[in-house]
């Protein structure tokens, strides 16, 4: 049984504020002790649990915010971009047999912590065929179409109820329970490294892989907060602007599907300017 760890940082134990995240601040360095805590639960719960082998996918900003060092020596840890399947990169990997959303947050124009999806504050929102998509939303059909269901995730109170629009047989555990975007109550390390290690050796048991997703088609719609960013998102064969500030654009597979999204949100970020977005 390998598991495949998708880490990300806005949901985990004691993050709040966008410094707590955003590589280089004092903040930050002090949080990556405590995601680093989240994910070597998540390890050991699912070693725990019958595990032979976990494979943690740094999902965060750079990619390079996990501390190595005090890393479970048990895991191995692909880290830095950019990667084919950017955010679940390994779930095409035929002995994956589960996947985990470790410190994951809701998505763009929604409640919760830091809440967005891809762009900190330039999309407001992302529809899949007309149901609002967050990232777990969006990296669970891509991990449904190599029959690898999603069995852990872990966040704030409302990531947990946004799992259950996509993975309602995963296993959920709220680090932390939503106030405002940029404010939670939050429970300590002890406590979260404990609920977390519990919960995954509990969801090592839904490891088990499903059949592939095929045949199946993905109309995606993003909303940008300005109209110069759904004009550079139009520039995306394949993309087409449907509105002042929304685009849409079909896939075949959720492979095509992430890639081409992972696109326009590139696009997008590179047409931003600093003051006035």
């Given at each position: 049984m390998r598991i495949l760890i998708s880490a990300d940082m806005e949901?985990?134990?004691g993050v709040t504020w966008p410094d707590d995240c955003e590589?280089?601040?004092p903040a930050w360095q002090r949080c990556r002790t405590m995601f680093t805590s989240d994910v070597n639960a998540a390890i050991a719960g699912?070693?725990?649990g019958g595990a032979t082998s976990v494979l943690v996918n740094e999902a965060h900003a750079t990619m390079r915010n996990l501390l190595l060092e005090d890393l479970d020596p048990r895991a191995q840890l692909l880290t830095g971009r950019h990667k084919d399947l950017s955010m679940v990169e390994g779930v095409q990997h035929p002995d994956v047999t589960g996947v985990a959303f470790v410190g994951y947050h809701t998505g763009a124009g929604t409640e919760g912590v830091l809440a967005h999806t891809y762009l900190a504050n330039s999309i407001t929102g992302v529809w899949v065929d007309g149901v609002p998509a967050s990232e777990g939303y969006l990296n669970s059909l891509v991990a449904a179409q190599f029959g690898v269901p999603v069995t852990l995730v872990t966040g704030d109170d409302l990531t947990c109820e946004d799992a259950?629009?996509?993975?309602?047989?995963a296993v959920t555990v709220a680090v932390k329970d939503c106030v405002t975007r940029y404010a939670?109550?939050?429970?300590?390390?002890a406590v979260t490294s404990k609920l977390i290690r519990e919960a995954a050796e509990q969801a090592a048991a839904?490891?088990?892989?499903?059949?592939p997703v095929t045949g199946r088609t993905y109309r995606v719609e993003v909303e940008f907060d300005a109209a110069h960013l759904a004009?550079?998102?139009?520039?995306?064969?394949?993309?087409r602007r449907t509105d002042t500030r929304r685009v849409e654009f079909g896939a075949d597979t959720a492979y095509t599907m992430i890639r081409t999204f992972k696109t326009v949100?590139?696009?997008?970020?590179?047409?931003?300017?600093?003051?006035y977005g």
């Open positions: 949901g985990a134990t590589p280089g601040n699912f070693l725990d259950r629009t996509y993975a309602p047989s939670a109550v939050c429970r300590p390390p839904l490891a088990r892989r499903t059949e004009a550079a998102a139009d520039l995306v064969p394949t993309v949100t590139t696009v997008a970020a590179a047409a931003r300017e600093a003051d």
